[in-house]
């Protein structure tokens, strides 16, 4: 199933001028504990999604909150010519189509 | 929503304490607002200027449908006085202008159209102006296609009727922006399309005219953590004496 039919929030939002981070929330623990044991999501999922050196990716599975997050270097500083969202909160949606086996 | 960061070395780690909406807070009780607002549930410690936020213990309730308090955060004061420097610097004055695409031919091999009129656009610039393209830097935004993301977008080659068009160009000052845009305004607005044979007009400009000046634009040039031999050496300090018969003269002083 989709990351995003099982998730309560997918976002994005820059962490600073410097850095993206995602978050990827849920509600139910069993949901949460269900996409953490496929261990689909990880490091190296965010590096190929987004274009960057796995070892540029901090990725921090958070059980108690029941969330996955994780934080890459931005492409382009906040703000820079060029860059095309000012806050990142757009940065999200490869996350969305992420397949979670049954 | 509730967002936070925090300095750690000199770059900045994110942490967030409650969800999305306030009204989470009570409605959706099993949400990640609860499991953070257990003690220590989860471990962080973020290093700032001159110590150490701590959350480890830190607790997030519910205090009303549309706030939280937040307690037990601690602050660990480190040996050193460090300081925390940001700094941010003029790039430059940009000019931009937008307009629309909708013909089939030109949206089915845009790369191509695209890449001719910036090839014919940096000539121009060239021949008239007299610059080169290192002394101006310019960007061509196609929204509907890859507008948000830019090279991370997976869905690029997505079947669209109508690509939404920002050009921004950034020089030195305001004046030789805005000559540069108008070099890409008739590029953008006529350069052929080999499906149709004659003159067309080839976006839909928003604008007359279509380039409008955004002015100064800056960007961050500084980022650090300095530890000063004093808290005073990195400060200038001024003391005016106030309330004497006759007025003392400012004195300036530089630790």
Request: contains cysteine; glycine residues 6%.
């Amino acid at each position: 199933m989709r990351l995003d039919r099982l998730a309560s929030l997918v976002r994005s939002k820059n962490a600073g001028p410097f850095q993206l981070t995602f978050d990827i929330m849920f509600i139910e623990a069993d949901v949460y504990e269900r996409v953490k044991s496929s261990k689909v999501l990880n490091a190296s999922l965010i590096a190929r999604l987004y274009d960057c050196a796995l070892d540029s990716v901090q990725f921090f599975e958070c059980d108690n909150a029941l969330a996955f997050k994780a934080t890459i270097p931005r492409r382009r500083v906040q703000g820079e010519f060029g860059d095309p969202d000012l806050h990142g909160g757009q940065q999200h949606v490869p996350l969305m189509a992420v397949e979670i086996p049954d | 929503m509730y967002e936070a960061t925090a300095v750690a070395g000199t770059f900045r780690i994110p942490f967030w304490v409650v969800p999305s909406a306030p009204t989470c807070v009570t409605s959706q009780s099993p949400n990640v607002f609860w499991y953070l607002s257990k003690p220590a549930v989860t471990a962080y410690l973020f290093r700032e200027a001159s110590g150490t936020l701590d959350l480890q213990q830190a607790m997030f309730e519910a205090a009303t449908d549309s706030s939280v308090r937040v307690s037990g955060a601690r602050f660990h004061p480190a040996s050193a006085y460090d300081v925390k420097l940001e700094g941010a610097e003029l790039a430059g004055y940009a000019t931009v202008m937008i307009g629309g695409i909708r013909d089939p031919f030109i949206i089915g091999r845009l790369d191509w159209w695209l890449g001719k009129m910036e090839e014919y656009f940096e000539h121009s610039v060239r021949a008239i102006l007299g610059l080169n393209p290192a002394d101006y830097q310019f960007s061509l935004h196609t929204y509907g296609r890859d507008g948000v993301m830019g090279e991370l977008e997976p869905e690029r080659n997505s079947a669209v009727h109508e690509i939404g068009v920002v050009f921004e160009v950034l020089a030195a000052d305001q004046r030789t922006a805005t000559e540069i845009a108008k070099l890409a305004r008739q590029p953008l607005l006529h350069l052929p399309v080999p499906e149709w044979k004659g003159a067309v007009t080839t976006i839909a400009y928003l604008h007359n005219p279509p380039q409008i000046e955004r002015g100064p634009v800056y960007r961050f040039n500084m980022h650090h953590v300095v530890t000063p031999r004093t808290e005073e050496e990195m400060f200038r300090i001024e003391s005016v004496e106030i309330g004497s018969r006759v007025a003392a003269p400012a004195v300036a002083r530089t630790a």
